[in-house]
């Protein structure tokens, strides 16, 4: 049986610019590193990241490593839900305060790659056979983040992300389908709105004055087989029992009517956190009406229904998942290892969100690095989605490039 003879953490920094961190496990001469991303839009009861006394930096995350879990695991075998479970009894908290998530999911991720090396298996593979998902490996839809908006731009546009899902037989097709209409948006943005900025996850982020303004641009730019997916990250535009946005407040209702209209008239296939994640009767209601409408992206006949996704709601948390999926709050989940520390605990919520009838969408974070390991767990776990951002980052592209190659190798 193979042994965890090294362990040690150091700095980087992500696409941001901010420091996190990036964990290396070894057995003998056999050697993994995994680096782990950081939000902006954060929910509420997301596990804790740590950072050091200045709100930014990560040497206390780093010391938790090396002094205190690199120690602990030296030795034992590489076998990655014994080690999660010791790193779940060494930190001892709920939200991983104790030793941070962001060393705890280092740790956790490293000695995942690093089995699927020692048992020359693909990542994805070893990550299907372990998870105990019980579906065949998949390779999900393309959830390519375009437009930039809310707090990933300075709320230039009102919505957080505007997503394009393409068609296609292959990765390779929507991939390509998607580069062509990425290309596509950039010329009309720059012809109708000159140079713009760029958001944090590389979308476009041209100012716009309307809540339709942004769906408009897309859909009028889209070839048959393609919808829009849409990231609100409501809680971020939530106070005081209003939703606010572009100067207008709205009541939950008056906003559950705003999405009616505009599934009706736009190809919307996804909305993502409509509301915020203490406004559970609106999610349930949005849950049960949605069902109703007249949503076009179902009349193009690409979707069998449109998903209210839960991601500040639900926080890839299994107790969060399970109160979510009782009352009906949502038909799917984003799936953000940081947001609870462990792979271990990931897959948990992977299966209670399946056993539900729930769509799973993996999803990276606006503060990225170039580990591809989202890439391989939304294979694993047969996922309907994979949230990575555009490829105009080179740390958004090479998630996708990764998927290419898992592509290759499941034809062999």
Known sequence: MNKITSCKAKEIKDSRGNPTIEVEIGSEDVFMSASVPSG????????????????????????????????????????PLNIDELLLELDGTENKSNLGANAILGVSIATTKLKAKLENKPLWQYINEISGVRVEPSQPNLFMNVLNGGVHAKFRLPF?????ISGGETVKESYGKSLVFLKKLGEAIKEKYGKVEMGDEGGFSPEMKTIEEPFELLSNLMDSDMVIANDVAASELYKDGVYS???????????LNIYKNLV????????????????????????????NWDAKALRKGI?????IVGDDLTTTNTESIL????????N???????????????YKAVKLARGAG???????????????????LAVGVGAYGLKAGSPSQEVRRVKYERLLEIEKEMEK
Not at 160 to 164: A, K
Not at 265 to 276: K, T, W
Request: charge should be negative; glycine fraction near 8%; proline fraction near 4%.
């Open 40 to 79: 902006a839009s954060a929910g509420s009861r997301e596990a804790l990241e740590k950072r050091d006394e200045d709100g930014k930096g990560v040497q206390t995350a780093i010391k938790n490593v090396n002094e205190i879990i690199g120690p602990a695991i030296m030795g034992l075998d590489v076998e």
């Open 160 to 164: 957080q992300e505007y997503i394009v």
């Open 245 to 255: 946005v572009l100067g207008e407040e709205y009541s939950s209702g008056q906003f």
């Open 264 to 291: 009706e008239n736009f190809p919307i296939g996804s909305i993502e956190d409509p509301f915020d994640e203490s406004d559970l009767p609106s999610f349930e209601n949005i849950t049960r009406e949605v069902k």
């Open 303 to 307: 979707m069998e229904d449109v998903l």
């Open 323 to 330: 109160d979510s999926t009782r009352n009906k709050r949502a």
């Open 332 to 346: 799917a989940v984003i799936i953000k290892p940081n947001q609870i520390g462990t792979l271990s605990e990931v």
């Open 358 to 376: 729930w769509k799973i969408i993996c999803s990276h974070r606006s503060g990225e690095t170039m580990d591809t390991f989202i890439a391989d």
